[in-house]
């Protein structure tokens, strides 16, 4: 199983970023993709899921209304769209799939997103 994630980066508060996660050694479109994060010194969290096919996606309530998470199963990607980037956002950023809500996977090595002016 293989988790790649990209797109991170530095941006001002009130940016966007498109987060992207490529997924390989596992049948993608029958899992539940997810996105975390790690902020230092707190815990990873989970952000967001979206289901394999049916159903909506779900959000923590820290980032309602802010991010949207996509998936392309020919792809084999997730994708997380986050807008109105506050500091707080700050961390590295995660994928990973499962069947729940719990992660399967190993960890890749995530993507770097620090919000700052």
């Known amino acids: ?7 991170g ?6 940016g966007s970023l498109r987060l992207s996660c490529a997924a390989s050694g596992f049948t993608f ?3 539940r993709m997810m996105w ?10 989970l ?4 289901p394999s096919a049916v159903g909506r996606p779900t959000y923590a309530d820290s980032v309602k209304g802010r991010f949207t998470i ?3 199963n020919a792809k084999k ?18 994928c990973n799939y499962g069947d729940g809500m719990m992660p399967l996977g190993n960890w890749g090595q995530g993507t770097q997103v620090t919000v700052s002016s």
Do not use: C, H
């Open 1 to 7: 199983v293989q988790l790649e994630e990209s797109g």
């Open 70 to 72: 996509s998936r392309d």
């Open 47 to 50: 952000v967001a899921t979206i």
């Open 77 to 94: 990607e997730v994708s997380l769209w986050m807008n109105s980037l506050k500091p707080e956002d700050t961390a590295v950023y995660y």
């Open 29 to 31: 479109i029958g899992y």
């Open 36 to 45: 975390f994060r790690q902020a230092p010194g707190k815990e990873r969290e």
């Open 9 to 14: 980066g530095l941006v001002q508060p009130g």
